[in-house]
């Protein structure tokens, strides 16, 4: 068979679906590319993971046509076992030398604005390092909540003895480190990629987050490390700017992520992306309040 695949997000990171099937297809002695939209093709995959990037709107030359990801909103799809466990086709994307995937899957929390409990459920094992690895020296590994597993806090063990680095890129939940020190000890004997990535997405949870950097600090982690999500509502700019202000008097780095309502497609106002635009553009940031920045 040929198979034609389209990253509908575009090539700015590595779509582990379509690496997984291309895997897949070929270890079948199918023929797999990229689908130019001249030739035709048996089948071709689309594979879209967020909900902001426009469709592809070419009509495509194939018998059949498969769309899956988030960016679809099939949030109840979901890779046949045979080709979810097997290990990636990296040679799709030859400019990225990491290994990518999940050790874990779900969450143990439900917030309201996540797609993840809905899309993944409770967490669960889901896999072992070795298993897409493929040789690699470095991962980045998207597990939502890897250290609420006691899989995933094995795996972190596994990582450390193998001498991986690794990048944890959809954060790990400092509650969870603010409730055991122990946990700390462990994240501080891991090899970072740059950073290790945590949220704090309401000052509810500010107790939480400054416990959890005093444990990291305590265990040898240095403060421009640690990284941080910071979700930023409609009509919470205070709060946000209070979240920004305090992870920088600590030392950390803050980034901020303008929400967008995902059931309603609502884009994030004007008011959210001018105050993400000041968080992250660090020289700013650093040189100006954002009372000043926003005139
Ligand atoms: S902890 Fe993170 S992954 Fe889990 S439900 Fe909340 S936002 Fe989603």
Redesign the pocket.
Known sequence: MKIGLIDVDGHNFPNIALMKLSAYHKGLGDTVDWYSGIEHFDCVYMSKVFAFTPDDSRVIQADEVIKGGSGYKLFNQWLPDEVEHICPDYSLYPTYSSAYGFLTRG?????S??I??RKEGTIRKHADITEFLDGRKSAILMD??VIASDWGLSQIEKIISLKIKVDFN??I?CRLIARDKSIAKLLKRVSWIRYIRM?Y?NSAITEEVKTAIAYLKEAGIPAYKMFFYMLVKDGQIEDAEMRALNLDLLGCTPFAMPYRDLDNDTPPTEEQKRFARWVNCKAVFNSCTYGEYKG
């Open positions: 969450c143990v929390n439900k917030c604005f996540c993840v409990p939502n909540n959809q954060g939940d949220a997405d």
